[in-house]
């Protein structure tokens, strides 16, 4: 079994003002040749102090991801709502290395101390991902050994340097900065994180950032990137990020992800890949019971598993659901590789009371596990502004039981406002709604299929009804909150 996915040969050719390479592949591994090397990384020494008088830190440590940092959606549902008061604390101490007994063997050298494997080996190509660099983050450079340059003026600069006891030498790097969006309240906020950063010189800035743009990383998630990871300044390409993208193209992940995945946690690049990564995944695998073939799906939904401890949130799911529902574990480990966000969730504030809901509306245990291993998002819904709302308008204008929910549980997921109201009242106003209790089916289909087999209809038209519909519905609202 192996979770590496064939990838075929290509070559790869990175250019930046700093350093010049290639990736390429003979008959062999892939291997990195550099060209025209002449600027390195070099952090000054940290004698600064932080507005609250800590001494910054000249090294990166690891620590898990903040779950209530601001996220990023990867696989986008038009409908699904985020409850942010579901969401356990952040546990920051990183996840130890234990001895686990290997119930299967995974081919991908995560035994620590096996030989490694032909899989691993042969190290993946990073193609259609850095081959972007040179057409898309080579665009940020004017030339090579010129930056762009930003509007960060000296005014503001010597605001910063009376204010917060900034060096004048970090000037030319917060100017290159500023030209993703970065403002003074910023750059404040990446001296309060990690000061260091700051101290990066231009060049070496230049190199990485436009490697980020060349995998796939967008230029307007740049300032959200160093916000919240600035240390992301400080990660060399050759030795640290190459390594870490060449590890998410193995576990399966497509190039085209790559730059989502960082986005979504930029704090990856701070993990070990042979003491960090690669356990989780094989945590995963071996523990947890994910297929191999799986992983890529569920580090895509939540890039956040490969930051977060997951050992003790699986272990206290698995326990809960077990106990509470009756969950066979089969059933728990579907719910978590179609949404992995379930072992962020907290199960006293966010899966216990949704539970409670499902039941209060007549659903058995049973039921409830039916509707939760098809539809675990459920989990994720406001039960006030979502959940409630939508059973009501189930039972009081549809007419329809909630048995009818086991069978269409994405009835729950789709939007009240955007398609089950509107189509409802379409074909009421068509005199084309069934008889007796009003069909989940019809919600289900796109627009254009729902209008050629329910309505009969042009798009067009059941378009400007459902805008008639939503701007009657807003007036309504704003006239309630007057």
């Not at 004048?168 to 003074?184: A, H, N, Q, V």
């Not at 050992?311 to 809960?320: A, E, I, K, P, Q």
């Amino acid at each position: 079994m192996t979770i590496c996915p064939s990838l075929s040969s290509a070559t790869l050719l990175f250019s930046s003002h700093s350093r010049r390479w290639r990736v390429v592949s003979g008959g062999g591994r892939p291997g990195v040749v550099s060209f025209s090397s002449h600027s390195n990384a070099r952090i000054l020494k940290s004698n600064r102090r932080t507005r609250q008088g800590r001494r910054g830190s000249t090294c990166v440590e690891e620590e898990d991801e903040e779950s209530d940092d601001e996220e990023v959606e990867l696989l986008h549902d038009d409908d699904l709502e985020f409850d942010g008061n579901q969401f356990c604390g952040s546990q920051r101490s990183p996840q130890k290395d234990g001895k686990v007994e290997l119930r299967k063997r995974v081919d991908m050298n995560f035994t620590q101390g096996s030989k490694p494997s032909r899989t691993l080996t042969k190290r993946p190509n990073l193609q259609n991902l850095t081959s972007r660099t040179t057409k898309k983050g080579l665009m940020d450079l004017d030339g090579y050994g010129q930056h762009k340059t930003g509007k960060f003026t000296q005014i503001r600069f010597k605001r910063l340097i009376e204010e917060m006891d900034f060096d004048e030498r970090w000037f030319p790097l917060i100017d290159y900065l500023s030209t993703f969006g970065l403002k003074e309240s910023h750059f404040v906020s990446i001296y309060e994180r990690h000061m260091p950063s700051l101290q990066i010189n231009l060049a070496s800035a230049q190199e990485r950032l436009t490697f980020l743009l060349g995998v796939g990383v967008k230029r307007r998630d740049i300032r959200r990137i160093l916000v919240r990871q600035p240390q992301i300044l400080e990660y060399t390409v050759e030795r640290n990020m190459m390594a870490h993208i060449r590890f998410l193209l193995t576990i399966g992940i497509p190039s085209s992800r790559i730059g989502q995945i960082i986005t979504a946690a930029p704090s990856l690049f701070s993990y070990s890949v042979e003491h960090s990564l690669k356990p989780r995944v094989r945590y995963l695998v071996e523990d947890v019971g994910i297929k191999a073939t799986g992983v890529s799906k569920v580090v895509q939904l939540s890039p956040q598993v490969l930051v977060q401890r997951i050992d003790n949130s699986w272990n206290s799911r698995l326990s809960f659901m077990s106990k509470e529902l009756g969950a066979p574990r089969d059933s728990i480990v579907k719910m978590v590789t179609k949404h992995p966000q379930l072992l962020h969730y907290s199960i006293e504030n966010g899966i216990f009371p949704r539970i409670n809901f499902l039941r209060s509306i007549g659903m058995s245990n049973s039921d409830i596990v039916k509707v939760l291993t098809n539809l675990t998002q459920v989990l994720s819904l406001s039960l006030e502004e979502n959940l409630k709302p939508k059973y009501l308008y189930l039972v009081n204008e549809l007419h329809n039981e909630v048995q009818s929910l086991i069978k269409y549980p994405m009835y729950l997921s789709l939007s009240l406002d955007q398609r089950i109201r509107p189509r409802h009242r379409f074909l009421v106003s068509l005199k084309k709604a069934p008889k007796g209790p009003f069909p989940l089916s019809t919600f289900v289909p796109t627009d254009e299929s729902f209008c050629q087999q329910w309505a009969g209809t042009s798009l067009e038209k059941y378009l400007a009804f459902r805008q008639s519909l939503l701007v009657t519905s807003f007036a309504k609202k704003y006239e309630r909150t007057r």
